[in-house]
């Protein structure tokens, strides 16, 4: 016979039995805990790359198909050219020579438009860049005085930089110096005392040398530069002049800090 328990029986109990505490999680689980966690995110790495993937596929599709458009395009151009002007004798119908002799005379039209566009295109160019080049040249040359005012080899450092270009057949360098304006000369002065990093820097290939320079502008950026100015010296109101001659003879250089400064 099923025995029922007693609302007496269950009061008796000790309150432990009833409410027992939750048991901490053992290692195991824990570990267990951490595996899942790590799979959810390789699966949301992986989700990501699956649609970066896509992404990429989608684009590079679209591209090929713009490329394949605009190659049918030349093709069905150049197919629809009269390759020879239209001789009426060649032709039965003479509506149809009148037709491909006007047509022949606007090709012809079109061809000369063409090549007048892009010689003016080009001309223009040409312009906007001797233009940029003596506006990047000016700086540079007003940047390069102080420094070559300092350094009685600057010289020197450009014809090495001249030669290195030479040699290694890389022009960009030149170009890069005159692109980063102020720092220009700092990059020239550098290279001039590092002949290794010159070498370096000429002799790699093509891709790396933009990098490279870019590089050496950034950490050259990290320094001030010296400012440009041809201002004099500014003097103080009320005195008589910013300029006072130093007496060795008879004074201590703080003496001479505190009057020149303070009068």
């Known amino acids: 016979m099923l025995e029922l328990t007693t609302l007496q029986e269950l009061e008796d109990e000790p309150t432990a039995k009833l409410i027992e505490p939750k048991a901490e999680a053992t290692i195991e689980e824990k570990a267990k805990a ?7 995110r390789e699966k949301a790495k992986k989700r990501l790359s699956d649609r970066l993937k896509e992404e990429t596929y989608h684009r590079r599709e679209a591209e090929r198909k713009l490329e394949l458009s605009n190659k049918l395009l030349e093709e069905m151009e150049v197919a629809n050219k009269l390759q020879s002007e239209p001789k009426e004798d060649d032709y039965a119908d003479f509506t149809k020579f009148k037709s491909d002799q006007n047509k022949w005379i606007a090709q012809k039209e079109n061809e000369i438009e063409d090549r007048v566009t892009k010689r003016i295109t080009a001309a223009n160019q040409e312009k906007q860049y001797n233009q940029s080049m003596q506006e990047k040249q000016k700086i540079y040359l007003t940047h390069r005085e102080p420094l070559a005012k ?6 020197d450092y450009e014809v090495a930089i001249d030669d290195a270009v030479s040699t290694w057949g890389a022009p960009e360098i030149q170009s890069l110096i005159l692109n980063a304006k102020e720092y220009g000369p700092q990059i020239v002065k550098y290279l001039g005392n590092h002949p290794d990093d010159l070498v370096n820097i000429a002799s790699a290939p093509q891709s790396e040398r933009s990098f490279l320079m870019g590089r050496l502008l950034a950490k050259l950026e990290a320094k001030p530069v010296k400012k440009i100015t041809s201002a004099s010296d500014p003097v103080r109101p009320g005195s008589k002049s910013a300029i006072v001659e130093a007496n060795p003879s008879n004074e201590t250089v703080s003496e001479y800090i505190k009057r020149k400064n303070f009068g």
């Open 34 to 40: 951490e595996t899942l966690k790590s799979d959810d």
């Open 150 to 155: 300092e350094d009685d080899k600057f010289h």
